[in-house]
């Protein structure tokens, strides 16, 4: 099997999704496409069959694939929507026009060398921007779309529009598209459903078993994202010091998906967890980190299914001392093996 990166206008059978997500952990794409760019992204989706389940990846930072495989067409955006633009300045600030396979990490620095405050958040968040707009991105005390102007999206029937804030409600870790349609499905899964169900129980969420693909309605494409005149000097040096607070405070040498579960209002996921006493514990070759407890490591060769009965265990231990349900921040996607 080649490790060569899947060129633009590349489709691929069978791709390994431990390719494409951080954790580096889980199973097959029934195919995957890289776009070369925008318009040949539109042209790719409008060509697709209605039957074809399509699922946008960004960096796969919040993302598992269970090892039984995605019975779909992944779209990476990644190296495919890659371009960004400084508009609209003056002596308040400025817009960047950022296309949704920019990694954040890339946005805060060009966002510090433009001399503009307040993305530097992002500097520590490795994914996409499409996949910081799906998931409402955040840290520090900020978030994505509290610097969205407008973005720009693409959906099945290949039409783009440009939206405002005021189209989506927006939460922690969840953004949807007001008046859409819902079906079960697309509620427990993605980025226009995942509602943040305070009351479910692990019981609950093992009941809805492997999330259903629907097809998700709309894609992002890109951001107009607006941030504050500052000093590129100061936002360096907080780029350099928010990137080091991370180092010392999360297991960034083995793979990993970030936070695994959602904060509980008023509460930490990693304290509720570590006062269970479960940092260390495994399942398989998957890990609640000791440096993080909300952090769930593959110490080498850990399957998705290890990965997830970890986080099932974390979810079971926590209600059963904190009477706490846990709810997953990663999307969980794909069939048992
Ligand atoms: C070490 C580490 C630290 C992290 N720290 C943070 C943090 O501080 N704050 C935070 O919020 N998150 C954090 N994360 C989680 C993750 O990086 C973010 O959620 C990130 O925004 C996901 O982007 P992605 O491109 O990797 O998305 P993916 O994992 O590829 O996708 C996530 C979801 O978004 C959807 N999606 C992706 N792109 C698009 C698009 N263009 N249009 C529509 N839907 C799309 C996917 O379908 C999927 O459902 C961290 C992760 C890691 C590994």
Known sequence: MSERMLEPGEMRSNEPMSRHVSWRAGGCAARCYRPRDREDLRAFVQDQPAHVALHVVGLGSNLLVRDGGLDATVVLTHGALRASALLEQDTAGAVLEVEAGVPAPKVA???????????????????????????????????????????????????????????????????????????????????????????????????????????????????????????????????????????????????????????????????????????????????????????????????ARAIERLIERVQQQVWVTHGVALVTEVHIVGERA
């Open 109 to 303: 620095r060009l966002a510090a060398h433009a001399g503009l405050a307040g993305a530097e958040f992002l500097a520590g968040i490795p994914g996409t921007l499409g996949g910081a707009l799906a998931m409402n991105a955040g840290c520090y005390g900020d978030e994505i779309w509290n610097h969205v102007q407008s973005v720009t999206t693409l959906d099945r029937a290949g039409v783009i529009r440009v939206r405002t804030p005021q189209d989506y409600s927006i939460h922690y870790r969840h953004v949807q598209l007001k008046n859409l349609p819902m079906t079960g499905a697309v509620a427990s899964d993605g980025l226009l459903g995942a509602g943040l169900v305070a009351t479910q129980t692990p019981r609950a969420n093992e009941a809805a078993g492997p999330r259903a693909l629907e097809p998700t309605p709309e894609w992002f494409l890109a951001a107009r994202l607006q941030f504050a005149r500052g000093s590129s000097a100061t936002a360096l040096q907080r780029i350099r010091t928010l990137l080091a607070q991370r180092v010392a405070s999360q297991p960034l040498n083995q793979p990993n998906a970030g936070s695994v579960f959602r904060n509980p209002p008023g509460d930490h996921a990693a304290r509720l967890i570590e006062a269970c006493g479960l940092k260390g514990v495994r399942e398989g070759e998957a890990e609640v980190s000791l440096k993080h407890a909300n952090f769930i490591i593959n110490r080498g060769q850990a399957t």
